[in-house]
Every structure is written in structure tokens, then in C-alpha cells.
């Protein structure tokens, strides 16, 4: 089992839903989480992180952590085209410094 | 603010010809810097990664090299390019004197080896 799993995609969406991607761990070490997002040819870009469970809201965007279920997420609201990327989550023990990867989902809003 | 700089943006070399890429970083002081290799379809895989000057640890055995000759420039390179070798190389950063595990990564450079 990997130690970050992650539903490859790709999920296609129409313009204005609501977008749910999620990751699982196995490590129980795992303390700080973050989201990335890819467009096509370029360099993940930090969407958000937290090191702790509950929500965190970021506009359009709440990033939600489960400990007890070893569960993350992402929520896109009102997605809209310029959306349309792979998403990556990112999980670090404290005091590592190296994430561990999931290997994205890619995301397709259509208008 | 801090920026991430790398090159070039793309390159096409033949099998068994050197390489060298290069990072920067500006407006920080001692990164944690790393090199990942993104595959077509594939998740990023590690490469190297750096806490200071001359410290340089390795995450994969292969015909790959790095080099951190200054604070903020990391250097990946390679004596003879396999095939294999092709893919989007990615340097990031880490802000280690904010004690943040979030990393910010760089345009990247995509390497094809014919």
C-alpha cells in the first residue's frame, strides 16, 4: 500500500459545481498537508496547507483533514473553467521536510 | 518576496550527451532546495535534496548528479543521458528558518533524450 493514495482522474465537472478530490494516507505520523495545483507544462503551485483536522477556507477553495480517518480533501466552489488542472495533495511528518506525493488527480471543468 | 528561477525551459539532447540544470533562489537565506522528476503520467519522484552548501543527499541511485556550489543555486547534472531520463524536472525551496514544511516549486524544465 502506498503511503499517499490518490484517484488519478481525470473528474470532469460542468462549470459552477461543486469539486470534491480526496487523498488517503497510511502514515500516522503524518501532521502537515497541503494541496497543489498543476496546470498543464508548469510547476505545482501551493493551493493551501494545514497541520491540523477540521477546515480551512481559502475563497473558493476549503481544504478539510480527517486524522482520525486518515482522510483529506479539497473543495472547489463555484468551479469555473480556469479550474481545470491536476491536483496534487502532500503530506509531511513533522520536522521531515520531505512530502510525500499523491500523484494528482487531474480536474476538467467544461463550460 | 521570494522567486525561483530555472533553466532552460526546455531542452532536447541526445543519448549520452552531458546535462546541466540550473536553480536559483532570491529573497531567502539558507533554503532547503530539491530536485523532483515528474514522468508523463506519473507522480514526482525525489531526485536530491539539499540542506546547505556541499550537502547533498540522495533519494534514487542513477546516473544523476547534484551540486548546491552556492546558498541558493542547486545544480543537477549528468555525464551521459539515458533515454530514460526524459521528463519535467522541477526544483523547489523550502523556507527551513520558518520552520514550514510547504515547499514552492520552480517553472521547471522539460528534457526530452532522443
Known amino acids: 500500500q502506498k503511503e499517499v493514495e490518490q484517484d488519478p482522474g481525470p473528474l470532469s465537472v460542468p462549470e459552477g459545481a461543486i469539486v470534491s478530490l480526496n487523498c488517503t494516507y497510511s502514515?500516522?505520523?503524518?501532521?502537515?498537508f497541503m494541496w497543489y495545483r498543476q496546470y498543464s507544462r508548469k510547476g505545482p503551485e501551493l493551493l493551501m496547507y494545514?497541520?491540523?483536522?477540521g477546515n480551512k477556507e481559502d475563497g473558493r477553495f476549503t481544504a478539510q483533514v480527517d486524522k482520525s480517518s486518515k482522510y483529506i480533501s479539497l473543495f472547489i466552489r463555484d468551479s469555473q473553467p480556469s479550474d481545470s488542472a491536476t491536483y496534487l495533495c502532500?503530506?509531511?511528518?513533522?520536522?521531515?521536510?520531505?512530502?510525500?506525493f499523491g500523484r494528482g488527480t487531474s480536474l476538467i471543468v467544461h463550460p | 518576496s521570494q522567486t525561483i528561477h530555472q533553466w532552460p525551459a526546455t531542452l532536447v539532447q541526445p543519448v549520452g550527451s552531458p546535462l546541466s540544470l540550473e536553480c536559483t533562489v532570491e529573497g531567502t537565506s539558507n533554503p532547503n532546495l530539491y530536485w523532483y522528476r515528474q514522468a508523463a503520467g506519473r507522480g514526482l519522484q525525489l531526485l536530491f535534496y539539499s540542506v546547505g552548501i556541499g550537502q547533498i543527499s540522495s533519494e534514487v541511485p542513477q546516473n544523476l548528479s547534484a551540486s548546491r556550489p552556492q546558498d541558493r543555486q542547486f545544480i543537477l547534472s549528468s555525464k551521459k543521458l539515458l533515454l530514460s531520463d526524459s521528463g519535467f524536472y522541477l526544483c523547489?525551496?523550502?523556507?527551513?528558518?520558518?520552520?514550514?514544511?510547504?515547499?514552492?516549486f520552480g517553472p521547471g524544465t522539460r528534457l526530452l533524450v532522443l
Open positions: 523547489a525551496w523550502n523556507p527551513l528558518a520558518a520552520q514550514q514544511e510547504t515547499q514552492y
Open positions: 502532500a503530506i509531511t511528518s513533522g520536522g521531515s521536510y520531505i512530502p510525500t
Open positions: 494545514t497541520y491540523s483536522s
Open positions: 502514515n500516522s505520523a503524518f501532521q502537515y
